[in-house]
């Protein structure tokens, strides 16, 4: 079984029963590689932080959103901008957030570059090429504190509490006012 990290791996030996020796982690990389950038859809907020995928529960996107409310009510600069699609897209765009849908990637290159910060709230991941492709863009990630971000992100990305709202607030904020963290 081809895992796509060792936090995978571990978890298809523990839930899937597979035996150790029948499981392998090969990390699939950075994602995709930067490239020329194109105009998002729309008008686009001057400062945005910016979630990438499915907008589904396993993606806490309404967490995201929630933290964001909460950071903005603190002095948070920015709005909140999605970019992918699924059943949550109604409640989050009554939330306040912008939701841009499936784009191409040139116009996902230029939300990268143009965002504050890209978010991963998630409850689990199997690698997390988002923040990782955000990173490779020079744009800071804030992820949750996942196992699989050990491996892909290292210590190149600000973790908070998974579930925690008020602990993805503080995040929000921090990147938002330091800019030498961001860097």
Not at 29 to 40: F, H, I, K, L, M
Not at 101 to 119: F, I, N, Q, S, T
Not at 121 to 129: D, V
């Amino acid at each position: 079984v081809v895992c796509v990290s060792e936090a995978t791996r571990r978890a298809v030996i523990s839930e899937w029963g597979v035996e150790p020796a029948r499981a392998r982690a090969v990390l699939p990389g950075p994602g995709r590689a930067p490239g020329t950038p194109d105009e998002p859809p729309g008008e686009l907020p001057q400062r945005f932080v910016l979630a990438v995928g499915a907008l589904e529960p396993r993606k806490r996107p309404l967490l995201l959103a929630d933290a964001h409310r909460r950071a903005a009510a603190r002095g948070l600069g920015a709005a909140l901008v999605f970019a992918g699609d699924g059943r949550l897209r109604g409640r989050l765009e009554q939330a306040g957030a912008r939701v841009v849908g499936h784009v191409p990637d040139p116009v996902l290159d230029a939300l990268y570059e143009r965002a504050l910060a890209v978010v991963c709230a998630s409850r689990e991941e199997g690698f997390g090429f988002t923040p990782l492709e955000a990173l490779a863009r020079g744009t800071p990630a804030i992820v949750s504190e996942l196992p699989v971000f050990d491996e892909t992100l290292g210590e190149g990305a600000l973790r908070v509490t998974p579930g925690d709202p008020d602990a993805l607030a503080d995040a929000l904020l921090r990147v938002d006012a330091d800019a030498a963290l961001r860097e």
